[in-house]
């Protein structure tokens, strides 16, 4: 399927979903759907050119084992297997100091997760939509009406096309309009923090250990990616910063800025360069008590969005997407269309209590050890021992890091 022109036959064509966002989650439904006979129009006002363009993005990704599942069970597999560092051991320390833990799975436990740049996501996903026939890939324009009634759903295109479904699906990112229009209500906070996330070169290898350093302004995280065509070391770093000290880092030239990233590493990895854009957004928390209504579902970052601290916003966003598409296909085998209300809340109720487990944790976790003054260095020390010397509470963020705890969807399991 083109992704760019679309033929007057399939400006008319129904199709059963219209998924109003491109990106990694958006574009992932629609190739879970697709395998699993549902079709769709993707809709993203993005040129995926730009996208996917060398430097474009340094931003990247840990993927679950669950996630890693997802992507196994609709075919992405062979395209992204050699593009992953594997997370085998994630390291916690508070500024370097005494006491630091180690979560290291046992060896049949398998790794923690992969890291993957976002650029090689896209590329994989994007080439895997053009080539499946369930999927027409509508961008460089966006919705400018949607209309929803009880026969089905109708978007118009900036371009004047209109298309027309019996669900519409809203994956359009935190800022989503779709989910604004139909007033979803929002639990939402601004941590006040600022992400400043790049690349990294660096000397010596990070033998795939994922670094989460807690500083009294903020948590600082390296995380391992798989070393460049030319043999060089790289991580991605996730910088987390006061907002008020934000600009000043902003405004950091890089040689300013490496330095002051390379005293929080204590050497570690040795001396660095930039291998990625310094890119930042701010830290916001965002929960939509209700993720359907009418022929309506919002999933990924439109429906949560949470801090970077554990490295689950993507990962929560790929389960929303499995549990969609099982209930989707379990009822169009008996017969029900992708719109009916008895699909949409059974996806609802099955969702509702795995993400807001997931976010009540990450948010604990962010004001426990993320949130500059709120925990005093000695006591998040001592907070670190007890999930050291407790087993059952160290298993448990193991089995979060894996996308592992809760019941999952098929497509999400080995």
């Given at each position: 399927?083109?992704?760019?022109?679309?033929?007057?036959?399939?400006?008319?064509?129904?199709?059963?979903?219209?998924?109003?966002?491109?990106?990694?989650?958006?574009?992932?439904?629609?190739?879970?759907?697709?395998?699993?006979?549902?079709?769709?129009?993707?809709?993203?006002?993005?040129?995926?050119?730009?996208?996917?363009?060398?430097?474009?993005?340094?931003?990247?990704?840990?993927?679950?084992?669950?996630?890693?599942?997802?992507?196994?069970?609709?075919?992405?597999?062979?395209?992204?297997?050699?593009?992953?560092?594997?997370?085998?051991?994630?390291?916690?320390?508070?500024?370097?100091?005494?006491?630091?833990?180690?979560?290291?799975?046992?060896?049949?436990?398998?790794?923690?997760?992969?890291?993957?740049?976002?650029?090689d996501l896209r590329l994989a996903l994007f080439a895997a939509a053009r080539e499946e026939k369930n999927i027409a890939w509508h961008v460089r324009t966006e919705a400018v009406r949607r209309d929803r009634g009880p026969h089905g759903v109708e978007v118009e295109l900036s371009d004047g096309r209109v298309l027309k479904a019996s669900l519409l699906v809203?994956?359009?990112?935190?800022?989503?309009?779709?989910r604004d229009e139909a007033r979803f209500a929002l639990a939402k906070w601004d941590y006040k923090h600022r992400a400043m996330v790049t690349g990294l070169f660096h000397e010596k290898s990070h033998d795939n250990t994922a670094w989460e350093i807690f500083y009294p302004a903020g948590p600082f995280a390296l995380l391992p990616l798989r070393d460049d065509d030319q043999g060089r070391h790289r991580s991605a770093l996730v910088w987390t910063v006061a907002e008020k000290d934000a600009a000043g880092i902003i405004a950091m030239p890089d040689a300013m800025f490496l330095h002051e990233v390379e005293s929080r590493m204590h050497g570690v990895l040795g001396r660095i360069t930039l291998s990625a854009p310094r890119m930042s957004y701010p830290l916001r928390f965002h929960h939509a008590?209700?993720?359907?209504?009418?022929?309506?579902?919002?999933?990924?970052?439109?429906?949560?969005?949470?801090?970077?601290?554990?490295?689950?916003?993507?990962?929560?966003?790929?389960?929303?997407?499995?549990?969609?598409?099982?209930?989707?296909?379990?009822?169009?085998?008996?017969?029900?269309?992708?719109?009916?209300?008895?699909?949409?809340?059974?996806?609802?109720?099955?969702?509702?209590?795995?993400?807001?487990?997931?976010?009540?944790?990450?948010?604990?976790?962010?004001?426990?050890?993320?949130?500059?003054?709120?925990?005093?260095?000695?006591?998040?020390?001592?907070?670190?021992?007890?999930?050291?010397?407790?087993?059952?509470?160290?298993?448990?963020?193991?089995?979060?890091a894996r996308g592992m705890s809760g019941k999952l969807p098929e497509l999400l399991q080995a």
């Open positions: 399927m083109n992704d760019s022109v679309a033929t007057q036959d399939q400006k008319a064509e129904y199709r059963d979903l219209i998924i109003l966002g491109g990106g990694l989650v958006g574009m992932t439904l629609a190739l879970a759907a697709a395998r699993a006979g549902i079709t769709s129009h993707v809709i993203d006002r993005a040129d995926p050119a730009d996208l996917t363009a060398e430097g474009a993005d340094g931003r990247a990704s840990a993927i679950s084992t669950a996630s890693w599942n997802l992507f196994t069970n609709i075919g992405l597999a062979p395209a992204l297997k050699d593009l992953g560092c594997p997370i085998d051991s994630i390291a916690v320390t508070d500024s370097m100091k005494p006491g630091r833990i180690d979560f290291t799975p046992k060896p049949e436990e398998g790794s923690l997760g992969r890291m993957f740049a976002n650029r809203a994956a359009e990112g935190r800022q989503s309009p779709t008590g209700h993720v359907i209504d009418e022929r309506l579902a919002v999933i990924g970052d439109a429906a949560h969005g949470m801090h970077p601290i554990a490295g689950q916003g993507l990962n929560l966003g790929l389960r929303d997407v499995g549990a969609l598409v099982e209930v989707l296909t379990e009822g169009m085998r008996l017969g029900l269309e992708p719109g009916d209300a008895q699909l949409l809340a059974r996806y609802e109720k099955w969702r509702s209590l795995d993400t807001f487990m997931v976010m009540s944790v990450t948010d604990g976790l962010t004001r426990l050890f993320g949130i500059p003054g709120r925990l005093p260095s000695a006591a998040r020390r001592l907070g670190m021992g007890a999930v050291q010397r407790l087993p059952s509470l160290k298993r448990f963020f193991m089995d979060e």
